[in-house]
Structure formats: structure tokens, C-alpha cells
């Protein structure tokens, strides 16, 4: 699976209506847009909501954007000197879909992602991981995904 490629295709259709909905009914600043250029995307959901897969024509509309780590070989490392160049640049180890409607509720792509957001709005309740463990980190535990 090539996470890069198909978040550019998403992203290279995106009209500017989508961002200015983003601003204008969601609260999210022109800077967090931006700076993690999210992209209107249809999904279905697998694995009780903490994973998703792109739907062609019938799923559930989240917006999508990358999810970067400092350095993959370690993913656990999530101090930057710079933390808005990692989330620009990059390296990219998967995607976040996220509803500004549903706060607290976000579905990843490979799971890989170890924790999200540094860019606000931070929407989501913030909790500690357990070594080991790979439920979604920066959500409540019993609001993972759109599951309720």
C-alpha cells in the first residue's frame, strides 16, 4: 500500500470549497489547513473503527491527512527540534481520518501511526500508551473510531 500516492490523489481533487468548509463551519485555522492539508475522502471502516479503507462510491465522508514520525525506524521517538517540518516533510507512515463533527473519533490507515496531532485545533482527549499497545493514542479509550 502506497499511503503517499493515494493521499495525493485525493488531495489533487480537493476544490477550495472543502478547506474554506474546514475554516468557516469546523473552526479550523487557514494555518492548520495549510500546514497538514487535509482531503475530503469517502472510507469504510474495518477492525472496529480504528482502521480504514478508501470506498469508491458508498462509505462515510472524513477528511484525510498524513501522519509523520521523526524517524521511522523508531516510531516511539516523538520529540522534534522542529515539529512542523516533520509534519510537512515527513517521512509519512500513515494516514489519520478524522470528522470535525465527531470529535474524539479518528480511524488510521496502516495502524502505524503512533500518536497524532500537533497542529491544532487538538480535538481529540488526550491519553497515555501503554507500552506495547497499539489502540489509537490522542482519543479517549472508549471513543476509538466511529464505534461507539
Not at 473552526?27 to 470506498?55: C, H, Q
Not at 462509505?59 to 522534534?80: K, N, T
Not at 515527513?90 to 500537533?118: E, I, K, M, Q, S
Request: include cysteine; charge should be negative.
Amino acid at each position: 500500500m502506497n499511503i503517499v500516492a493515494e493521499y495525493l490523489s485525493v488531495m489533487r481533487r480537493m476544490p477550495l470549497a472543502a478547506a474554506e468548509e474546514l475554516h468557516t463551519r469546523f473552526g479550523f485555522s487557514w494555518r492548520a489547513i495549510a500546514t497538514a492539508v487535509p482531503a475530503p475522502m469517502m472510507v469504510t471502516f474495518a477492525d472496529k473503527g480504528r482502521l480504514y479503507e478508501p470506498a469508491a462510491a458508498h462509505g462515510f465522508p472524513v477528511w484525510v491527512s498524513p501522519v509523520a514520525v521523526v524517524d521511522p525506524e523508531r516510531p516511539e521517538e516523538i520529540e522534534a527540534t522542529d515539529p512542523l517540518d516533520v509534519v510537512q516533510t515527513g517521512p509519512f507512515v500513515d494516514l489519520v481520518a478524522f470528522h470535525p463533527g465527531y470529535r474524539n473519533r479518528f480511524a488510521r490507515r496502516t495502524g502505524l501511526a503512533p500518536v497524532l496531532g500537533c497542529i491544532p485545533p487538538n480535538t481529540a482527549t488526550p491519553i497515555l500508551s501503554r507500552s506495547g499497545e497499539t489502540s489509537p493514542i490522542g482519543c479517549a479509550p472508549n471513543a476509538t473510531g466511529w464505534s461507539s
